[in-house]
């Protein structure tokens, strides 16, 4: 059964602060990694993906993945109140395999 | 717009009833998908298909039955519908190995 964990939060910071999510996967053939964030009663939105070892960073978003370690993470800086959401973290190799975390709930408190 | 538009939004139905849940998508992706979204669960698919009149089972596919004549449509049809079926559906789409794109989701309510 391919897994993807995340910690299950809440997650509570500071408004400005860095706010850190992540997760674990069980596949090593998962190649594709995906970042979701959910507001309450919407639907999961695109946030990031990543495909190499490495940091890829998009705004105020930064993506993690070490494949040796099977961890993926997703920093935020300089985080707002409207980040305040659950994240989900997906895993797959190939649009078929995606399995996806629970997801964290982040709060951000002004 | 171009998009993927699920439907009805929000449905109550009674036990043993059947019920179809609608998909489109306007990007002509191969791929489409059903979750369903659970307190404790998360996302868990149910059904996946790579082109029109090819679909295979997820990881909870037992009382749902989908097909794909057309490549834009994928819809989910409960054919005898429990308690245990009350959930959000998302349906989704993509190319291969890109990523998902969600639908705003069916809030369904079994009575």
């Known amino acids: 059964q391919k897994e993807v964990e995340q910690n299950s939060g809440p997650l509570s910071v500071p408004e400005g602060a860095i706010a850190s999510l992540n997760c674990t996967y069980s596949?090593?053939?998962?190649?594709?990694f995906f970042w979701y964030r959910q507001y309450s009663g919407k639907s999961p939105e695109l946030i990031m993906f990543?495909?190499?070892?490495g940091d890829k960073e998009d705004g105020r978003f930064t993506a993690q993945l070490n494949k040796a370690s099977q961890y993926v993470s997703l920093l935020i800086r300089d985080s707002q109140p409207s980040d305040s959401a659950t994240y989900l973290c997906?895993?797959?190799?190939?649009?078929?395999?995606?399995?996806f975390g629970k997801g964290t709930k982040l709060t951000v408190n002004p | 717009d171009a998009g993927i538009t699920q439907s009805p939004r929000y449905k109550i139905t009674e036990t043993g009833r059947q019920v179809t849940l609608m998909c489109h998508q306007t990007w002509s992706h191969s791929y489409m998908f059903w979750y369903r979204q659970d307190l404790g669960h998360g996302l868990r698919l149910i059904y996946y298909?790579?082109?029109?009149?090819?679909?295979d089972k997820g990881e909870v596919p037992d009382g749902y039955v989908v097909s794909r004549s057309k490549t834009e449509n994928f819809p989910l049809t409960l054919e005898s519908a429990t308690r245990s079926q009350t959930s959000v559906y998302f349906c989704?789409?993509?190319?291969?190995?890109?990523?998902?794109?969600f639908g705003n989701g069916t809030r369904l309510t079994v009575t």
């Open positions: 989704a789409s993509s190319e291969w190995d890109s990523p998902l794109h």
């Open positions: 990543i495909y190499s070892n």
């Open positions: 997906a895993g797959g190799g190939g649009s078929e395999k995606l399995v």
């Open positions: 298909s790579a082109a029109a009149d090819i679909t």
């Open positions: 596949d090593r053939g998962s190649q594709s």
